[in-house]
């Protein structure tokens, strides 16, 4: 009761009362039962309150956590140019990288993946000279990972694949889930696929007067997805979903 009368003077007098406790410089990350000091909570009940990141979850954080500890979520830079390809005149992966500018503080949202790798291939050894084409299946992968603007595209109609399509799950393969028998997709022809000086892409079929021939591609990343496909027409741009387009590399 004096307490309250000496508090309630104090307001009469106009004076400024600062709060002693709350969180107030006492920020601290992840779950911390020592972080702690005594004062209100956010569901009003006074006590024993907390100021580090796992209060949100057990929600007994101090009333001014969220003003003295702003979330700050991660940030990163931007990615990184693509590497050349591990290993020329064959399947192979390139990856491109970024890094963590600013790491999360107070339940922010945690950093995203910081490598990112894709299925390629180079028609060019190490000394420049060019190789790979004329040879085996058509090799493709996911639109996402062109690197320009096609030239031009080829619509094909799936008609088999191995089942190892489906079950891949790493991060630059989940593209391979959506090839399906039956359907019809789109591969773009764009450099290094692309043969010098010509309108044609290494395993786009220009070889073969028939559309009716069967042909054969494989997946980029996973040299156990596999299939055949037919042939049913160039056209200037591709029309597929972006789940049946792909890309020749």
């Known amino acids: 009761l004096t307490e309250k009368r000496t508090h309630a003077c104090a307001l ?4 400024n009362h600062l709060v ?3 969180c107030s410089g006492k920020c601290c990350r992840g779950r911390d039962t020592n972080c702690l000091t005594t004062d209100w909570r956010m569901d009003r009940v006074h ?8 209060c949100v979850r057990t929600k007994d954080c101090c009333f001014d956590y969220f003003t003295e500890c702003p979330a700050q979520d991660c940030v990163v830079s931007d990615w990184s140019f693509w590497s050349g390809c591990a290993k020329p005149c064959q399947p ?7 890094h963590i500018e600013q790491q999360p503080h107070n339940s922010g949202q945690p950093c995203p993946g910081l490598e990112q790798r894709a299925g390629c291939r180079e028609y060019r050894d190490h000394l420049g000279r ?3 084409f004329n040879s085996g299946p058509a090799f493709i992968t996911s639109m996402a990972f062109a690197k320009g603007r096609p030239k031009f595209c080829v619509e094909f109609k799936l008609e088999s694949r191995t089942p190892h399509c489906t079950v891949e799950n790493r991060p630059h393969t989940l593209w391979m889930r959506y090839i399906t028998e039956g359907f019809n997709v789109c591969v773009a022809c764009e450099p290094p696929a692309m043969r010098n000086n010509t309108s044609s892409c290494q395993g786009d079929g220009q070889e073969s007067d028939k559309y009716a021939t069967v042909l054969h591609w494989q997946a980029v990343g996973n040299p ?4 055949t496909w037919k ?5 200037q741009r591709c029309a597929c979903p972006p789940q049946h387009s792909f890309v020749f590399i």
């Open 20 to 22: 002693s406790g709350g």
């Open 130 to 132: 060019h190789c790979g």
């Open 224 to 227: 156990q997805c596999s299939g």
């Open 12 to 15: 009469a007098r106009g004076e």
């Open 47 to 54: 006590g024993t309150c907390y100021c580090d990141e796992g």
């Open 231 to 235: 042939k049913i027409q160039k056209t």
């Open 92 to 98: 192979s992966v390139r990856i491109r990288v970024r």
